[in-house]
């Protein structure tokens, strides 16, 4: 519960057809089953008690009787269960039979929500035997007090506001208009489904599609729970398909005819603070709803879902592969419309033997490619100084010539040294000063040349760095147009490592993986031994935790006790806790007081979710304060 995850559950009896006894017993059990999992969310089948598969059994009214009692029962049965439980079953009112699921929670019936569209095709018949929901929430009497029985209702934690639940069943999610359209809409964080959808070929894939495409419609959590083994067989079969999904990111799913129970946390505070970023979702309007209040205790969730390492990188080998192409697609038309708007037939990129010159070279080929120019006019400029080692110069060299580039060399030792006695810098003291120097000297020769040639200077700094600071104002950090500024590090490693992996050139493939296995480097400073002194991630951290790090905080805007939470979970055995703290207020500092670099960046295409671009996704002062930010993680040990 605490920081908004909402641990849920979708369990399957394996039913005895109009057994309601048997059938009870076995929810409860599962109920336990899931209580010792802390889940505080439980949803069973659509008419669990008796079975589906009753069909005109359920004009029986003995069936009926013992479906509610047992009802009861389990009401009963759970009082000192802290949960908010659903179970499906036929329920008599109005003079009518209606497909219900039942919300219970310690030991209180505290509302009954009516199925509203009933399946009459093909193997379904259920407008034989059931009526469907009216319009109005309307109240029946449950053992001296009034229960509301309608569509509208809103299940709403008193202890976490975010954590508010509504009902559908099986058949009103395969609709045109789905009641939970109206359920999110009117302030539901998650959606239940108790569901008896039977399988037939390729109806899996389709159900799965469904489920998460409405979950991230909606950006609600969606659990869904469906009938399986001990069903009649008479003329179907169900094969169960337990889910539980948040804005379209399956988190857990049982297998097929297992009658699995499957358990996730729900985030509702990701969900919610979702919503209020999207300006076209609507605000929540309960008219016509029913508010249910229920009570479970916060607590710590166990964490159980898996978050990913590298958020930015599909974890699947095929998806990848076609992210990385599409990636290099969208980098290389953006260019490829600036230079036509600039009417130009020539680009210039500093190339230094790195992973960010590398993949810029790389976009600038194939947005060569799309225009049909020929890549002599592409021109590579490796500007060797202080700390160019001779991996990374010849790196640069073999590159240049496998894409057919043109490759000028300029040493800027001289100009370096003299700008040194200009300013009456001593070169023996490798400060800033000494390291920005040689970056704005590289970037003057860039830019001058470029000037000569009529090229477009492309700009090689990634996200990462631009989220981190980690580059030289007026230096690096300025180009005519940057093809990186929204690729993080930890994206552009992979982007390379695609393109090396599956290009039919044996020696381009050779540079590339050598790059990739070169330690990230700015190269100011002196080589030791003829190797890089200078290791980025030693001085402002590893790229994989701050990627994280940027994803969760710009693109979930989860709060950094929270970030610190997950990030322990996912990189456990790989990084103590303490080194973890220790780069996420590093992370914290460098954002918060590097701002004033990332307000004035050239353009560049943007190519995911996440983008610092202010003219685009990031609005933010540059003098803003990290105090609240960094106070929140004072205190952890």
């Given at each position: ?220 959590g969606y659990v869904y729970a469906s009938a399986g083994a001990g069903e009649s067989t008479q003329d179907v079969v169900f094969s169960s398909q337990n889910m539980i ?393």
């Amino acid at each position: 519960m605490k920081q908004g995850f909402i641990k849920a559950a979708a369990a399957t009896p394996r039913v005895t057809v109009a057994d309601c006894r048997a059938n009870g017993a076995e929810i409860l059990r599962l109920i336990h089953e899931m209580e010792k999992e802390k889940a505080k969310l439980m949803v069973f089948p659509e008419l669990s008690i008796t079975g589906y598969t009753c069909g005109d059994l359920f004009l029986q009214r003995s069936l009926l009787d013992s479906a509610w009692e047992t009802l009861l029962w389990l009401a009963g049965e759970t009082k000192e269960v802290d949960a908010l439980i659903f179970v499906g079953l036929p329920v008599r009112a109005f003079g009518k039979i209606y497909n219900g699921a039942a919300a219970l929670n310690r030991g209180k019936i505290l509302g009954i929500v009516p199925k509203t569209h009933l399946p009459n095709y093909n193997e379904f018949y259920e407008q034989r035997q059931f009526a469907a929901a009216e319009e109005a929430v309307e109240h029946i009497q449950v053992e001296g007090e009034r229960i509301p029985f309608g569509a509208k209702l809103l299940f709403a934690c008193r202890e976490l506001g975010e954590f508010t639940v509504a009902a559908e069943i099986c058949e009103d999610l395969w609709v045109p208009l789905p009641p939970s359209v109206s359920h999110a809409q009117a302030g539901a964080h998650i959606v239940v489904n108790l569901s008896a959808s039977n399988a037939v070929a390729g109806k899996a894939s389709y159900r799965r599609s469904l489920v998460a495409g409405q979950s991230a419609r909606l950006v609600c959590g969606y659990v869904y729970a469906s009938a399986g083994a001990g069903e009649s067989t008479q003329d179907v079969v169900f094969s169960s398909q337990n889910m539980i999904v948040e804005n379209g990111a399956v988190l857990a799913e049982g297998a097929r005819f297992q009658d699995e129970t499957v358990v996730s946390e729900i985030d509702v505070q990701r969900l919610a603070d979702e919503r209020q970023r999207l300006s076209t979702y609507p605000a929540a309007r309960q008219e016509g709803y029913v508010r249910v209040p229920f009570d479970v205790k916060i607590e710590e969730t166990v964490l159980t879902r898996e978050f990913s390492e590298n958020p930015f990188v599909p974890a699947k080998a095929e998806e990848r592969v076609m992210r990385c192409e599409e990636i290099l697609h969208i980098q290389a038309l953006g260019l490829k419309k600036r230079m036509e708007h600039m009417h130009c037939q020539r680009a210039m990129v500093g190339l230094s033997g790195g992973l960010d010159s590398t993949l810029a070279l790389l976009v600038i080929a194939k947005t060569f490619d799309l225009m049909g120019i020929e890549r002599a006019k592409i021109h590579c400029v490796t500007m060797p100084c202080f700390g160019t080692t001779d991996r990374t110069y010849t790196n640069a060299c073999r590159l240049s010539k496998c894409l057919g580039a043109k490759l000028t060399e300029v040493n800027i030792k001289a100009a370096v040294t003299q700008h040194f006695k200009d300013i009456g810098h001593d070169p023996q003291v490798h400060d800033v000063t000494y390291e920005n120097s040689q970056a704005r000297e590289r970037t003057q020769v860039l830019m001058d040349m470029a000037n000569q040639e009529g090229a477009v200077l492309v700009g090689t700094g990634d996200l990462s760095e631009l989220a981190l600071g980690w580059a030289t104002y007026n230096g690096d950090h300025m180009s005519m147009y940057g093809v990186n500024g929204s690729v993080p590090k930890t994206l552009v490693r992979h982007l390379v490592r695609c393109y090396g992996e599956n290009c039919e050139e044996a020696e381009l493939r050779e540079v590339l993986l050598d790059i990739l296995d070169t330690p990230v480097s700015p190269e100011l400073l002196p080589p030791k031994d003829g190797e890089i002194a200078q290791k980025t991630e030693d001085l402002v951290g590893p790229y994989e935790l701050h990627d994280f790090f940027i994803y969760y905080m710009l693109r979930a805007g989860f709060s950094p006790k929270k970030i610190y939470r997950i990030a322990c979970r996912t990189f456990a055995g790989i990084y103590e806790k303490e080194v973890i703290l220790k780069w996420l207020k590093s992370f914290y500092r460098r954002f918060f007081a590097q701002q004033f670099k990332r307000s004035c960046i050239p353009d560049g295409p943007k190519v995911g979710s996440v983008a610092l671009s202010p003219r685009g996704d990031l609005r933010m002062p540059s003098d803003a304060s990290a105090r609240v930010w960094l106070s929140e993680l004072e205190n952890i040990q």
